[in-house]
Nanobody, 112 residues
Framework: QVRLVESGGGLVQPGGSLRLSCAVS????????MGWHRQAPGKQRELVAF???????NYVDSVKGRFTISRDNAKNTVYLQMNNLKPEDTGVYYC??????WGKGTQVTVSS
């Protein structure tokens, strides 16, 4: 059974930073692509950042230059470093493993 646990969310002022983590258990982490998605209130869930098993990265345009996705295969963990946060980054951030497994999400609120 694959299990994903996100952490690192919270309340931060505009311009601040947060680092999200997603620990994966029960699967072969190194062989799977990983993604971070977010869902703002009243909006559909969207892909924010993606990293392949070969460490190729991709980002939605709105976060390019501010967010960095990375992975540590030794720790079965994927990270999302978020800098220069904006109020529009507010939402629940979900980790996705492969094509079908999701974490329960962690809340990120950017507000003064």
């Amino acid at each position: 059974q694959v299990r994903l646990v996100e952490s690192g969310g919270g309340l931060v002022q505009p311009g601040g930073s947060l680092r999200l983590s997603c620990a994966v258990s029960g699967g072969i982490f190194s062989l799977n692509d990983m993604g971070w998605h977010r869902q703002a209130p009243g909006k559909q869930r969207e892909l924010v950042a993606f990293i392949t098993r070969t460490h190729l990265e991709n980002y939605v345009d709105s976060v390019k230059g501010r967010f960095t996705i990375s992975r540590d295969n030794a720790k079965n963990t994927v990270y999302l470093q978020m800098n220069n946060l904006k109020p529009e980054d507010t939402g629940v951030y979900y980790c996705k493993y492969g094509l079908e497994y999701w974490g329960k999400g962690t809340q990120v609120t950017v507000s003064s």
